[in-house]
């Protein structure tokens, strides 16, 4: 049973994922939160008694307030979501699986790992720039790379692990941030 749990200070502001048997702990054992959504289909049974686990925590007194973000982490996922699946010279779309990173100023020339340097593209492409300048091949981009934006200051654990994607439904009424993928 790999279910998470999210969890929000006494504000109800989302501060962490934590794996259900720690919700389960925080709201039966040590009775410091309590469960706001749980999963309909997830039940643990005692001797006594049957729980659901919840999928949605919030703690009693904790003033956790974490540190904010509105900046989206640079990782594959997210410059696969920025460039929208697509290579950025030809417009083809490439799988998250199946696409690798290009720098527009090459590595060999000084160019970074960063959202300002780094774009999805086709192996076709890749294979045709190589380390290459753009000058210096026929190739052109659809956009320029840029860092994404999130329209609201999010918490950076929480940004940090899930980025934009809310893999459980019953968190979308708790995480509040939108991604900018425009320039």
Same mark, same amino acid.
């Given at each position: 049973m790999a279910n998470e749990t999210l969890m929000l200070n006494k504000y109800s502001v989302p501060i962490e994922i934590v794996d259900w048997q720690r919700a389960m702990s925080l709201c039966y054992g040590l009775e410091i939160a309590i469960p706001l959504k749980e999963y309909k289909d997830k039940i643990i049974r005692t001797p006594n008694k049957e729980y659901l686990i919840p999928s949605v925590i919030q703690l009693i007194e904790s003033d956790n307030n974490p540190k904010y973000t509105k900046v989206l982490p640079f990782n594959r996922k997210n410059v696969y979501l920025r460039d929208r699946g697509k290579c950025v010279y030809c417009n083809k779309?490439?799988?998250?699986? !199946?696409?690798?990173? +290009?720098?527009?100023?090459?590595?060999? +020339? %000084? %160019?970074?790992? !960063?959202?300002? !340097?780094?774009?999805?593209?086709?192996?076709?492409? !890749?294979?045709?720039?190589?380390?290459?300048?753009?000058?210096?091949?026929?190739?052109?981009?659809?956009?320029?790379?840029?860092?994404?934006?999130? +329209?609201?200051?999010a918490p950076v654990s929480l940004v940090t692990k899930i980025g934009i994607e809310i893999s459980e439904e019953s968190w979308e009424d708790y995480i509040y941030w939108n991604v900018i993928l425009m320039d």
């Amino acid at each position: 049973m790999a279910n998470e749990t999210l969890m929000l200070n006494k504000y109800s502001v989302p501060i962490e994922i934590v794996d259900w048997q720690r919700a389960m702990s925080l709201c039966y054992g040590l009775e410091i939160a309590i469960p706001l959504k749980e999963y309909k289909d997830k039940i643990i049974r005692t001797p006594n008694k049957e729980y659901l686990i919840p999928s949605v925590i919030q703690l009693i007194e904790s003033d956790n307030n974490p540190k904010y973000t509105k900046v989206l982490p640079f990782n594959r996922k997210n410059v696969y979501l920025r460039d929208r699946g697509k290579c950025v010279y030809c417009n083809k779309d490439v799988s998250l699986s !199946n696409f690798t990173f +290009d720098h527009v100023i090459p590595q060999c +020339d %000084g %160019g970074k790992t !960063n959202w300002e !340097n780094v774009v999805v593209s086709c192996m076709k492409c !890749n294979s045709k720039k190589g380390s290459k300048q753009l000058s210096k091949c026929s190739l052109k981009l659809k956009h320029k790379p840029y860092i994404p934006k999130l +329209d609201k200051a999010a918490p950076v654990s929480l940004v940090t692990k899930i980025g934009i994607e809310i893999s459980e439904e019953s968190w979308e009424d708790y995480i509040y941030w939108n991604v900018i993928l425009m320039d």
